[in-house]
């Protein structure tokens, strides 16, 4: 299974776009990167994933690397709700996806 | 749809104490997940099934056991519980891959 590497903690100013670095080096090539969010003690939610091209919808955009190994969440306008854990992912195909610890995003005032 | 619904909520255990943790989607959805998740920790993969009769094991299997009879339910059982055992446990559910997880808001189990 492909296993994702994302620091633990980082902050962003309130207004300020959020740059959320994953690696996944060991990535397939038919596997898609995700990116959820935790709330406090709420489920994850979901925010976007890709295959190879960038995406952006309306919570956020999506960039990955040309070779895939890497990608990066962007939050354009960070607010204070946007502060959560943030999930980096790669569908695995078998069903076995696994989350890890994630990344902390304070946003601060 | 209601999308996946978790009973109970909150579950306080004796040690010993067995008990199941219900989970049941409407979606239709193949794969189904059980999660937990430790303070301050991230989500560990405890079982998972791609379809009904079929079931395997995640990162942290032991102390639990599930079964798959039908699409919709996928019910996580706690043998003998222990204090390791306190945790929030999340189902979760998609299609084939290439679609998105819809979780269930938790149950917080304490285990005293």
């Known amino acids: 299974d492909a296993k994702t590497t994302q620091p633990p903690s980082m902050d962003c100013a309130e207004g300020r776009a959020a740059n959320l670095p994953c690696n996944h080096s060991?990535?397939?090539?038919?596997?898609?990167v995700y990116w959820y969010r935790q709330i406090h003690s709420q489920g994850p939610q979901y925010i976007i994933h890709g295959l190879k091209n960038n995406e952006t919808n309306e919570m956020a955009s999506l960039i990955i690397t040309e070779d895939r190994k890497s990608s990066t969440l962007i939050l354009p306008h960070a607010t204070l709700r946007d502060t959560a854990v943030y999930y980096c992912i790669v569908d695995t195909n078998a069903g076995k996806s696994t989350f890890g610890d994630g990344t902390t995003l304070t946003v601060k005032p | 749809n209601a999308g996946v619904t978790q009973t109970p909520k909150f579950r306080i255990l004796k040690i010993g104490q067995s008990m199941t943790l219900q989970c049941a989607q409407d979606?239709?959805?193949?794969?189904m997940y059980w999660y937990r998740q430790d303070p301050g920790m991230g989500l560990k993969l405890i079982y998972y099934s791609v379809g009904a009769g079929i079931t395997d094991k995640g990162e942290v299997p032991n102390g639990y056991n599930v079964s798959r009879s039908t699409t919709e339910d996928f019910p996580l059982r706690l043998e003998l519980a222990a204090p390791s055992q306190t945790s929030v446990y999340f189902c979760?559910?998609?299609?084939?891959?290439?679609?998105?997880?819809?979780f269930g808001s938790g149950t917080r189990l304490t285990v005293v």
């Open positions: 060991t990535i397939s090539g038919n596997e898609y």
């Open positions: 979606m239709n959805h193949n794969y």
């Open positions: 979760a559910s998609t299609l084939p891959p290439g679609t998105t997880f819809s």
